[in-house]
T-cell receptor
């Protein structure tokens, strides 16, 4: 498809399990972002890639969160030893260039529920 | 720091009513300002943007003006339609990050 694709759309994990969320950005988009959106809140920044380089990971809430984009295209957000407070929608967005004037194109998100 | 504060919802309006959703911001430097919209079951999508003071962004009958003196970027539409029912997010960029407000849910009833 032409848009940002995320999988799985829904994930239920038991506390302590590891999860991996995938993002397939729009072809040719240099920049890729991960956001976390809790219920009733706006998206909160997690991390940013330019091509394969992770330029900013200041939003990752703990060292249990890890993101990669090894070939500068598909990205994976991994959460180890999930906790209940990790329950949220994880949004991926891509853009052709940076953020200064550019438009972010969002996927529909991956909803994670940790029991 | 950088932050966005927007009017809390939910907002319910009748069709053809006038809409205002307030948004104010705090930012270092000269941010760009955005309104994103999330229709039911869909991802966020850009509604309009303004990149410098006094710029007016507009799209689909919605407008917002970048007011540096009041640090505001209020969203307006003169006559809402049922199809405008969605959640609206005000946002700014600083560096590599977008900062989003908490969202305002709008329901338009026929």
């Amino acid at each position: 498809g032409a848009g940002v694709s995320q999988s799985p759309r829904y994930k239920v994990a038991k506390r302590g399990q590891d999860v991996a969320l995938r993002c397939d950005p729009i072809s040719g988009h240099v920049s890729l972002f991960w956001y976390q959106q809790a219920l009733g809140q706006g998206p909160e920044f997690l991390t940013y890639f330019q091509n394969e380089a992770q330029l900013d990971k200041s939003g990752l809430p703990s060292d249990r969160f890890f993101a990669e984009r090894p070939e500068g295209s598909v990205s994976t957000l991994k959460i180890q030893r999930t906790q209940q407070e990790d329950s949220a929608v994880y949004l991926c967005a891509s853009s052709l260039a940076g953020t200064r004037h550019g438009e972010l194109f969002f996927g529909e998100g991956s909803r994670l529920t940790v029991l | 720091g950088n932050s966005v504060t927007q009017m809390e919802g939910p907002v319910t309006l009748s069709e053809e009513a006038f809409l205002t959703i307030n948004c104010t911001y705090t930012a270092t430097g000269y941010p760009s300002l955005f309104w994103y919209v999330q229709y039911p079951g869909e991802g966020l999508q850009l509604l309009l943007k303004a990149t410098k003071a006094d710029d007016k962004g507009s799209n689909k009958g919605f407008e917002a003006t970048y007011r540096k003196e009041t640090t505001s970027f209020h969203l307006e539409k003169g006559s809402v339609q049922v199809s405008d029912s969605a959640v609206y997010f005000c946002a700014l960029t600083s560096g590599n990050q977008f900062y989003f407000g908490t969202g305002t849910s709008l329901t338009v009833i026929p």
